[in-house]
């Protein structure tokens, strides 16, 4: 059965950096779709990133403006959300959640999810 497992959440300054693991146990992440979603306060979930399987295409929320990147450690089964300049409206819980192969944007399509991490971005 997969699990999925985030870590490397955090308090940080705005304008500094995380980087989010995804460790998957129990299905080779090659073959699913990973996605990166965030639930700020009183917001709903909203999708960030996703790497699909296979040939691992990437998306990206428009809003990030490219602050974000998304990759895949084959070998250790896991996928990383690189997260530079952070602004304080990236505050939230961070989730990942894995589908069959393509990606999606909507939380619906995701079948396994981890616990989350927690974003903070405040000076």
């Known amino acids: 059965q997969l699990q999925l497992v985030e870590s490397g959440g955090g308090l940080v300054q705005p304008g500094g950096s995380l980087r989010l693991s995804c460790a998957a146990s129990?299905?080779?992440?090659?073959?699913?779709?990973i996605g990166w979603f965030r639930q700020a306060p009183g917001k709903e979930r909203e999708g960030v990133s996703c790497?699909?399987?296979?040939?691992?295409?990437?998306n990206y929320v428009d809003s990030l403006e490219g602050r974000f990147r998304i990759s895949r450690d084959t070998a250790n089964n896991t996928v990383f959300l690189q997260m530079d300049s952070l602004k304080p409206e990236d505050t939230g819980y961070y989730y990942c959640?894995?589908?069959?192969?393509?990606?999606?944007?909507?939380?619906?399509?995701?079948?396994?999810w981890g616990q989350g991490t927690q974003v903070t971005v405040s000076s």
């Open positions: 959640a894995a589908r069959s192969s393509s990606c999606s944007s909507y939380v619906s399509a995701f079948h396994a």
């Open positions: 129990g299905y080779p992440l090659d073959y699913l779709a």
């Open positions: 790497i699909a399987g296979g040939g691992g295409r990437t």
